[in-house]
T-cell receptor, first 113, second 111 residues
Framework: EPEVTQTPSHQVTQMGQEVILRCVPISNHLYFYWYRQILGQKVEFLVSFYNNEISEKSEIFDDQFSVERPDGSNFTLKIRSTKLEDSAMYFC???????????FGDGTRLSIL | AQRVTQPEKLLSVFKGAPVELKCNYSYSGSPELFWYVQYSRQRLQLLLRHISRESIKGFTADLNKGETSFHLKKPFAQEEDSAMYYCALSGITGGGNKLTFGTGTQLKVEL
C-alpha cells in the first residue's frame, strides 16, 4: 500500500537556525497538509496546499513558516528562524480527492536547543 | 469554529469488556467525522469515517447529529486494541478539508 514518507525522523537544531522538513506524499494525491503535535498536546493543523498554493493556514503558521512543492513529488515545510516552542512532532498528510481520508506520514520529531 | 472534545485522556478496560471512546464535536455546517488510531511508535492510521458506516477491527461509530457525538465502540476489547485514539472532524473550508483533532484517548486493554 502506498505511504506518505517523511525525512528526517528526528531533527535537532539550534534556536534561530532554519530547518526544512521533507515529505513525499502518495503519488497521485492532490491535497497536502502539515500538522504538528507538541508533546502532551493534540495534533494541530498548520497548513493545507492544493494546486500549487496554500488553501488554508492556521494562526500558528506565521511568517516564519513556508511550504513548497518544488519538484512535483516533494512537499516541504520550512521554518526560517526556529524558536524553542517550535519543538514538536510534525506530520505530513496527503489526500487524493476532496473529502477522501487523509493519509499521514510517520512524522518528524523536531527538537530545538 | 470547529472543535472536537474527547473527555477521557485514559481509558482502561479488561480484555473482553466493551469499549466506548467518547467524542463530541462542534461545527456549524455538515461535518465529516473520523477516528484515527496510533499504535505505539507508529503513524496515525485511519480507523473509521462516518460516511463509510463500516466496522473495522470490530469497531463501529455512529454519527449522532442531535447529540453532536461520534462515539467509538467495540463490544469485546482485545489486547491489540491498546493504542491512542483520536477523533477528528473535517469541514469543507475553502477546499482545504483541514482536520481538527481531539486531544486523544489512550486505550489500555488489560489481561
Amino acid at each position: 500500500e502506498p505511504e506518505v514518507t517523511q525525512t528526517p525522523s528526528h531533527q535537532v537544531t539550534q534556536m534561530g537556525q532554519e530547518v526544512i522538513l521533507r515529505c513525499v506524499p502518495i503519488s497521485n494525491h492532490l491535497y497536502f497538509y502539515w500538522y504538528r503535535q507538541i508533546l502532551g498536546q493534540k495534533v494541530e493543523f498548520l497548513v493545507s496546499f492544493y494546486n500549487n498554493e496554500i488553501s488554508e493556514k492556521s494562526e500558528i503558521f506565521d511568517d516564519q513558516f513556508s511550504v513548497e512543492r518544488p519538484d512535483g513529488s516533494n512537499f516541504t515545510l520550512k521554518i526560517r528562524s526556529t524558536k524553542l516552542e517550535d519543538s514538536a512532532m510534525y506530520f505530513c498528510a496527503s489526500m487524493g480527492r476532496s473529502n477522501q481520508p487523509q493519509h499521514f506520514g510517520d512524522g518528524t520529531r523536531l527538537s530545538i536547543l | 469554529a470547529q472543535r472536537v472534545t474527547q473527555p477521557e485522556k485514559l481509558l482502561s478496560v479488561f480484555k473482553g469488556a466493551p469499549v466506548e471512546l467518547k467524542c463530541n464535536y462542534s461545527y456549524s455546517g455538515s461535518p465529516e467525522l473520523f477516528w484515527y488510531v496510533q499504535y505505539s511508535r507508529q503513524r496515525l492510521q485511519l480507523l473509521l469515517r462516518h460516511i463509510s458506516r463500516e466496522s473495522i477491527k470490530g469497531f463501529t461509530a455512529d454519527l449522532n447529529k442531535g447529540e453532536t457525538s461520534f462515539h467509538l465502540k467495540k463490544p469485546f476489547a482485545q489486547e491489540e486494541d491498546s493504542a491512542m485514539y483520536y477523533c477528528a472532524l473535517s469541514g469543507i473550508t475553502g477546499g482545504g478539508n483541514k482536520l481538527t483533532f481531539g486531544t486523544g484517548t489512550q486505550l489500555k486493554v488489560e489481561l
